[in-house]
């Protein structure tokens, strides 16, 4: 609007001030004015064509800004549903774990019973006899016998139940990943409130973790996190976890892990790890 009231304007001055020149200034100075009219109004038309320009380039950054946006909303989407895939993936593994982990319990159990009932058979085949009463009533005698007198052998000790969880630390650091999980598996399944559930959860992610087994070890890993938030072993396992999904080459879920960690426990342990690992990133 600006440009056509210029216009105008200067078309008016453009008519009325050669008429008005003619009778009081000579023609080249007329003509002077003429071309410096003729100067503004191009230059008034340009800088209107660069502030539309300008405009039109903001709305076309505004409108790039929010495709980028949509493309990030449907690509966190699609990550969402991908997690949802695995996460009911492992736990149907889970479910068919904890089955093998409640077999193996039975087949303990029945050897300790077995290995008991043998330990009774020999302790009574073992056991003194004494003298034998006829049918008569008659008392008889038994024979001395001479030379070194027999002693009977000492009873087995009896067998001593290993706490499942230091038998689960023990075939961990042997390396005996499957193991290892299926002993602190027991532990948490007769503890459900013991005092060291928490570590048993986190030995769970280190196991499967040792297996290269990191969609699985994400997951015990988020039981620690989200079950025992004040836990020394909370940032361990976030630790963990960030590591797990840059094994599996989702840096961009490993940086926004190993960023929480300093967020929520900046003073830990794991802190320096993190800044190191995020380091990387940049």
Same mark, same amino acid.
């Given at each position: 609007? &600006?440009?056509?009231?210029?216009?105008?304007?200067?078309?008016?001055? *453009?008519?009325?001030?050669?008429?008005?020149? !003619?009778?009081?200034?000579?023609?080249?100075?007329?003509?002077?004015?003429?071309?410096?009219?003729?100067?503004?109004?191009?230059?008034?038309?340009?800088?209107?064509?660069?502030?539309?320009?300008? +405009?039109?380039?903001? $709305?076309?950054?505004?409108?790039?800004?929010?495709?980028?946006?949509?493309?990030?909303?449907?690509?966190?989407?699609?990550?969402?549903?991908?997690?949802?895939?695995? #996460?009911?993936?492992?736990? %149907?593994?889970?479910?068919?774990?904890?089955?093998?982990?409640?077999? /193996? $319990?039975?087949?303990?159990?029945? +050897? #300790?019973?077995?290995?008991?009932?043998?330990?009774?058979?020999?302790?009574?085949?073992?056991?003194?006899? @004494?003298?034998?009463?006829?049918?008569? @009533?008659?008392?008889?005698? !038994?024979?001395? =016998?001479?030379?070194?007198?027999?002693?009977?052998?000492?009873?087995? $000790?009896?067998?001593?139940?290993?706490?499942?969880?230091?038998? @689960?630390?023990?075939? %961990?650091?042997?390396?005996?990943?499957?193991?290892?999980?299926?002993?602190?598996?027991?532990?948490?399944?007769?503890?459900?409130?013991?005092?060291?559930?928490? &570590? $048993?959860?986190?030995?769970? @992610?280190?196991?499967? /973790? *040792?297996?290269?087994?990191?969609?699985? !070890? #994400?997951?015990?890993? =988020?039981?620690?996190?989200?079950?025992?938030?004040?836990?020394?072993?909370?940032?361990?396992?976030?630790?963990? +976890?960030?590591?797990?999904?840059?094994?599996?080459?989702?840096?961009? &879920?490993?940086?926004?892990? %190993?960023?929480?960690?300093?967020?929520?426990?900046?003073?830990?342990?794991?802190?320096?790890?993190? =800044?190191?690992?995020?380091?990387?990133?940049?």
């Amino acid at each position: 609007m &600006s440009l056509i009231l210029n216009k105008k304007l200067l078309g008016v001055i *453009g008519i009325c001030l050669p008429v008005f020149l !003619a009778n009081c200034a000579p023609q080249d100075k007329v003509a002077m004015l003429e071309r410096r009219i003729d100067g503004l109004v191009l230059e008034n038309a340009s800088l209107n064509k660069k502030i539309n320009a300008m +405009q039109g380039e903001q $709305a076309m950054t505004l409108k790039s800004g929010q495709a980028d946006l949509y493309n990030r909303v449907e690509q966190v989407e699609a990550e969402i549903l991908r997690l949802n895939g695995l #996460i009911e993936q492992i736990e %149907y593994r889970n479910k068919q774990d904890k089955q093998e982990v409640m077999r /193996f $319990a039975s087949e303990v159990k029945e +050897q #300790i019973d077995k290995i008991n009932e043998r330990n009774k058979m020999m302790n009574e085949a073992m056991a003194p006899v @004494g003298p034998e009463i006829p049918d008569d @009533g008659r008392k008889v005698t !038994a024979p001395v =016998q001479t030379g070194a007198p027999v002693v009977a052998p000492p009873a087995p $000790a009896p067998v001593k139940e290993v706490n499942p969880y230091d038998r @689960g630390v023990e075939l %961990y650091k042997q390396k005996d990943f499957k193991e290892a999980k299926k002993s602190f598996q027991v532990y948490i399944d007769k503890n459900p409130n013991g005092d060291k559930l928490d &570590s $048993a959860y986190f030995w769970l @992610g280190d196991c499967e /973790f *040792g297996m290269g087994r990191y969609e699985e !070890a #994400i997951l015990e890993y =988020q039981k620690v996190i989200s079950k025992f938030s004040k836990s020394n072993k909370a940032p361990a396992a976030l630790l963990k +976890q960030a590591m797990s999904f840059e094994k599996l080459g989702d840096k961009q &879920s490993a940086k926004i892990l %190993y960023e929480k960690l300093l967020k929520q426990y900046p003073k830990s342990e794991q802190a320096p790890v993190a =800044q190191k690992e995020l380091a990387k990133f940049k």
